[in-house]
């Protein structure tokens, strides 16, 4: 086995973290039964210290090593949940109705606690390991409150790192890529006025309806004539409705909600320039008015390539195999706020044969434990040499 042997020593006692988290799982900046977990483990492995309360309910412990470098390594967990009713019928299934663990954070949170056993008791690295455990990450942007919060000020790091499971993908396979790994996400709002009337007398109205069905079929140009073919840009809108109970009335609003997922940041600021002069300039054509309101969401997750080399260097040295150059994928994720700020890498550990995340039966694989935690030690090693 590539992995260190000390996780599979640990197996059991990380394993049954993960069972206890999973069983108890909270949502978005809520997680504190969950912070005060991960407090609690830390303290107990001897971490030097331990922050709470960093954007929320955000965990940060830092283990000091041998020697005097000032190097310092980031390693991230996130610790939230999904509202999401679990269909497993796992004995550890979770505890709270309407609430489950269906994105792995579980397994992610307990991978890091037992890097962070391992490496307090061994130290075996020469500057400084700061642990980030954050909140909110589904939908919430937990790691844009930490930021704010002070977390690369309080704590600076010249690196830093993330591990997310990804099912259909072998156990103990890792996979990442130099670049841009995960898209944007942000969303918009078209409200059009037109002037309602009767379904029989159109002339004396304007259709609000006829508007933004134009509207809705010109924004899908955006994605055919403004971008490079080569480059990546998905603009879905996802719901349509106007303010008409019945089939004789011509409304007098209407409102379409949809997303611009792109893994190029310069076609974010391009899609919402374009949606706002397509649903403006053909609502005027039409003499309505078209009002679009933009909600922006987290970035593209760019790996800095060196970051990518390095982790795809370590994963070599405890997987089972490592794919480097695999293909982005259009969710979202906000480690691409971590990674704006810090240069690193987020990868991609294989949590083989189990529904997507974010399905009601999504099981992450104790299996994976091993890997991941021997990832982040081994990239600490690896990155904060002693002399
Ligand atoms: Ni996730």
Redesign the pocket.
């Known amino acids: 086995m590539p992995i260190k042997n000390r996780f599979a020593e640990l197996l059991p006692e990380i394993t049954g973290w993960r069972h206890h988290l999973h069983e108890n799982p909270e949502l978005l900046y809520a997680v504190h039964e969950t912070a005060a977990f991960v407090s609690a483990r830390l303290r107990e492995f001897g971490v030097d210290e331990v922050v709470e309360g960093v954007g929320q309910t955000g965990v940060v412990g830092i283990i000091r090593g041998r020697g005097v470098s000032g190097r310092a390594i980031g390693l991230r967990a ?1 610790m939230d949940a999904l509202p999401i009713a679990e269909a497993t019928g796992l004995p550890f299934a979770s505890k709270i109705p309407g609430k489950m663990h269906a ?3 579980d397994g992610h949170t307990a991978m890091l606690l037992g890097a962070a056993k391992y490496l307090a008791e061994t130290r075996n690295f020469d500057g400084t390991v700061v642990l980030i455990f954050q909140p909110a ?1 589904e939908g919430g942007a937990g790691a844009k409150a930490m930021i704010d919060d002070g977390l690369f000020t309080r704590f600076p790091v010249d690196e830093v790192y993330g591990i ?1 499971n990804a099912p259909g993908v072998p156990v103990g396979t890792f996979v990442t890529r130099p670049g841009p790994l995960q898209a944007s996400s942000d969303e918009f709002d078209v409200i059009v006025r037109g002037k309602g009337g009767h379904a029989a007398e159109p002339h004396r109205a304007i259709d609000t309806t006829l508007v933004a069905a134009h509207i809705l079929i010109a924004l899908h140009s955006i994605v055919s004539r403004n971008v490079d073919p080569l480059k990546r840009v998905v603009l879905t809108v996802g719901t349509f409705a106007t303010d008409s109970a019945a089939s004789n009335i011509i409304p007098d609003e209407a409102r379409m909600e949809g997303t611009v997922r792109t893994l190029d940041p310069e076609y974010r600021a391009i899609a919402e320039a374009r949606i706002r002069q397509v649903a403006e300039n053909t609502a005027a054509a039409f003499g309505a008015v078209a009002e679009v309101i933009w909600h922006p969401g987290y970035p593209v997750t760019v790996n800095d390539p060196d970051g990518a080399a390095r982790a795809a260097d370590a994963a070599r040295a405890v997987g089972r195999g490592v794919i480097d150059d695999a293909d982005p994928i259009m969710p979202s994720e906000d480690f691409s706020y971590m990674l704006e700020r810090v240069p690193g890498a987020y990868v991609f550990l294989g949590n083989g044969d189990t529904p997507m ?1 974010h399905h009601p039966k999504y099981t992450f694989d104790d299996e994976a434990i091993p890997y991941g935690c021997s990832f982040f030690a081994e990239l600490v090693e690896r990155r904060l040499p002693t002399a």
Do not use: K, T
Request: glycine share 14%.
């Open positions: 996130d994105c792995g954070h990450e997310h995340c």
